[in-house]
């Protein structure tokens, strides 16, 4: 345990060293930064209760699939590394597998008891289990092939959201004259790029915990991000100070082109909107009008339209399908914006 000293020894200590306090206060800065940096909580692979139980009932299953499919499980494995999800590839395709097998158990007695429910035959409600329960495995499978995917594309689409401002912040950091490692521990520390944390923070890690130098912890990183421009910015930084070249300028020039690219796409986003403002006032309020319109002309006429009054139709179309339509214009606007 570290010794707590009195105010009158540390002056004392002060003076024999010839130091003042704000001398030690801008060395210890630093150091807790460093040590908080340092102590963040990294694992490469976590291991869970559902995973080991999954292995227990699938691991031969696994490996038998991986050796004789690999091409099928290539993309999962990518997907899984890029997702950063932290288990490993071999176990979460037992869970999957397990998974599988419990969705397909619980599809048969359940299907099964509820057609004999319903007074089907035998036959039938055979036939009927096997087809429902074949969904709820293949449906079961495929979401869990499917979720890293969905995972690397939202750590995509985040990634390049932040990735023109940090390599701003990279270029004025490295116009300093500061270490090149110190972009890195900015941007981690700033916490104003979101999207980049989880990579940084490895690079980050992989020095300070692993002992890495800074050009194999940015070659590591840059095979598992799922963003390609990050990949090339790490592959570019590393390049640069592997061939001494100027890190300044370097980052400079990806800075320019990180925002003519953003500024280029936000442009032809607007310009598009214009036409889904063209699109929007034609089919969502020009039409349900003349919808309406035409309603209460045939009222006043009197009939109706497939079997419904005119105050039903009305009614649908008010409180159901127009604020349906609105809903998913918004959804596809939603969609349809650019990443950056």
Do not use: W
């Not at 010794?3 to 801008?26: F, G, H, P, Q």
């Amino acid at each position: 345990m570290a010794a707590i000293l009195d105010k009158k020894t540390k002056k004392k200590l002060l003076e024999e060293l010839n130091l003042d306090i704000s001398d030690v206060r801008r060395y210890i800065s630093p150091q807790r930064e460093k040590e908080r940096l340092t102590e963040v909580p990294y694992t490469l692979y976590e291991t869970t209760s559902y995973g080991k139980l999954s292995n227990s009932f699938c691991e031969g299953l696994t490996t038998k699939l991986t050796k004789n499919y690999p091409g099928f499980f290539e993309s999962l494995n990518t997907n899984l590394k890029q997702s950063d999800i932290k288990i490993l590839s071999k176990t979460y395709i037992s869970m999957s597998l397990f998974s599988s097998i419990i969705a397909g158990i619980v599809a048969v007695s359940f299907f099964s008891m509820l057609f004999f429910l319903l007074g089907y035959g035998v036959f039938s409600a055979i036939v009927r289990t096997f087809i429902f329960s074949l969904v709820a495995i293949i449906g079961a499978f495929t979401s869990f092939y499917l979720y890293p995917a969905s995972i690397a594309n939202t750590r995509r689409r985040n990634i390049k959201e932040d990735l023109p401002f940090a390599i701003i912040h990279m270029s004025a950091v490295a116009g300093s004259g500061a270490q090149p490692i110190a972009m890195f521990d900015l941007i981690l520390t700033s916490g104003e790029y979101k999207g980049l944390e989880g990579e940084v923070r490895k690079i980050v890690n992989y020095v300070n915990l692993f002992g890495y130098d800074l050009g194999t912890a940015l070659k590591t990183v840059a095979m598992t991000t799922p963003s390609k421009p990050f990949r090339e910015l790490l592959l570019g930084v590393t390049s640069t100070v592997e061939g001494g070249g100027s890190l300044k300028d370097y980052l400079s020039g990806k800075a320019d082109e990180a925002m003519t690219t953003y500024r280029l796409e936000r442009k032809k986003y607007v310009e598009t909107l214009s036409t889904y403002s063209d699109i929007y006032t034609g089919v969502l309020i020009a039409a349900p009008l003349l919808f309406m319109t035409t309603l209460a002309i045939i009222n006043v006429l009197g009939g109706k339209i497939g079997g419904l009054d005119i105050g039903t139709l009305s009614s649908i179309g008010v409180y159901g399908a127009i604020p349906i339509m609105n809903i998913l214009f918004m959804l596809f606007l939603n969609i349809m914006q650019p990443e950056a």
